[in-house]
């Protein structure tokens, strides 16, 4: 990482136990609590900035006017035209910007999606992900900013095309929070694929797994397990008793393959790190996460308003 990133080496945390937590596991590491202090230090060349999502529109900011490369947590802002100067800003100075979109480093999903790509699932018809669970709500977004952009981005990437409408309902619960609690989002994409997207930090068990629904064949991924369980696809056979139907899950084929377990948040540093050491464009640039912002912020509109929301692409 020195090689890669300079020969400062620093933490900024402004939470004093967390700090000394820090220095005590890592005596030799330069601690600080003025973000100001990294900024003009000149052996810092990059900073991944792990705030929460409401500060991450001016940290960047400052951080790319400093002439550092920037790897910002998701959401990469919480609105379309933040997310939009923030690329601009990269862009003009010559700076690596890149998104926290984690998924996308996911041994599982790689492998996915380069099933999908070779053809063996055929045309995809429907695609389903659930992201459940038991969390403390976010002060400053909803669980379509924190929870539904990863599937955003993860669909649209397996995909390999943006969605063209998207609508929204969902939960919230007043009392104990300014955001939408629950979310269930459908996304419609070009060639007739449908995404469904459900979400919700009310859950007591904790689910991650998407679903890929083609014309040949069907996966169902799991995200905690690395688990990819590939199914034949054909028309549910006639039955006329219980036992009958029993037994229909039996019929046809049914793989169950694991992905190299890896620990994506290691991929996706280690992606960064050879970003700004090749100056390569990030798998997940500026433009990939300002496109997620863009779904959610549509998705929350079409929540508010009890509507469907076109998205349109420039």
């Given at each position: 990482m020195r090689e890669l990133l300079g020969n400062g080496i620093s933490v900024c945390e402004i939470n004093k136990n967390l700090a000394s937590g820090i220095q005590n596991s890592y005596p030799n590491m330069k601690i600080?609590?003025?973000?100001?202090?990294?900024?003009?230090?000149?052996?810092?060349?990059?900073?991944?900035?792990?705030?929460?999502?409401?500060?991450?529109y001016e940290m960047a900011k400052?951080?790319?006017?400093?002439?550092?490369?920037?790897?910002?947590?998701?959401?990469?802002?919480?609105?379309?035209?933040?997310?939009e100067e923030l690329t601009e800003l990269a862009e003009k100075n010559?700076?690596?910007?890149?998104?926290?979109?984690?998924?996308?480093?996911?041994?599982?999903?790689?492998?996915?999606?380069?099933?999908?790509?070779?053809?063996?699932?055929?045309?995809?018809?429907?695609?389903?992900?659930?992201?459940?669970?038991l969390m403390t709500p976010r002060p400053d977004c909803g669980v379509i900013f924190d929870f539904a952009?990863?599937?955003?981005?993860?669909?649209?990437?397996?995909?390999?095309?943006?969605?063209?409408?998207?609508?929204?309902?969902?939960?919230?619960?007043?009392?104990?929070?300014?955001?939408?609690?629950?979310?269930?989002?459908?996304?419609?994409?070009?060639?007739?694929?449908?995404?469904?997207?459900?979400?919700?930090?009310?859950?007591?068990?904790?689910?991650?797994?998407?679903?890929?629904?083609?014309?040949k064949k069907t996966a169902r991924l799991n995200y905690l397990s690395h688990d990819i369980e590939i199914y034949d696809c054909g028309i549910v056979p006639q039955y006329d008793t219980f036992g009958k139907f029993n037994l229909i899950a039996r019929e046809g084929g049914m793989l169950t393959q694991r992905a190299s377990i890896e620990e994506p948040l290691k991929a996706e540093l280690s992606h960064f790190m050879e970003c700004v050491a090749t100056r390569k464009k990030p798998m997940t640039d500026g433009r990939c996460g300002t496109n997620a912002v863009f779904i959610a912020e549509k998705a929350v509109e079409s929540l508010k308003s009890q509507r469907s929301m076109p998205l349109k692409w420039s």
């Amino acid at each position: 990482m020195r090689e890669l990133l300079g020969n400062g080496i620093s933490v900024c945390e402004i939470n004093k136990n967390l700090a000394s937590g820090i220095q005590n596991s890592y005596p030799n590491m330069k601690i600080s609590s003025d973000f100001n202090e990294v900024l003009a230090d000149r052996d810092i060349s990059a900073v991944s900035i792990c705030t929460p999502a409401s500060s991450h529109y001016e940290m960047a900011k400052r951080a790319l006017d400093a002439g550092k490369d920037v790897l910002v947590e998701k959401p990469l802002t919480l609105n379309t035209g933040e997310a939009e100067e923030l690329t601009e800003l990269a862009e003009k100075n010559g700076r690596i910007l890149m998104v926290g979109h984690i998924f996308r480093y996911h041994s599982a999903v790689q492998a996915l999606k380069k099933e999908i790509d070779s053809g063996l699932f055929g045309n995809i018809n429907m695609m389903m992900a659930s992201r459940m669970g038991l969390m403390t709500p976010r002060p400053d977004c909803g669980v379509i900013f924190d929870f539904a952009i990863h599937e955003f981005d993860t669909m649209s990437y397996l995909l390999g095309k943006m969605p063209y409408e998207v609508t929204a309902t969902g939960l919230h619960t007043p009392d104990k929070h300014a955001y939408e609690d629950a979310a269930f989002i459908t996304l419609k994409f070009p060639g007739g694929t449908v995404g469904h997207v459900q979400v919700s930090w009310l859950t007591p068990i904790k689910i991650r797994e998407i679903m890929a629904v083609g014309t040949k064949k069907t996966a169902r991924l799991n995200y905690l397990s690395h688990d990819i369980e590939i199914y034949d696809c054909g028309i549910v056979p006639q039955y006329d008793t219980f036992g009958k139907f029993n037994l229909i899950a039996r019929e046809g084929g049914m793989l169950t393959q694991r992905a190299s377990i890896e620990e994506p948040l290691k991929a996706e540093l280690s992606h960064f790190m050879e970003c700004v050491a090749t100056r390569k464009k990030p798998m997940t640039d500026g433009r990939c996460g300002t496109n997620a912002v863009f779904i959610a912020e549509k998705a929350v509109e079409s929540l508010k308003s009890q509507r469907s929301m076109p998205l349109k692409w420039s």
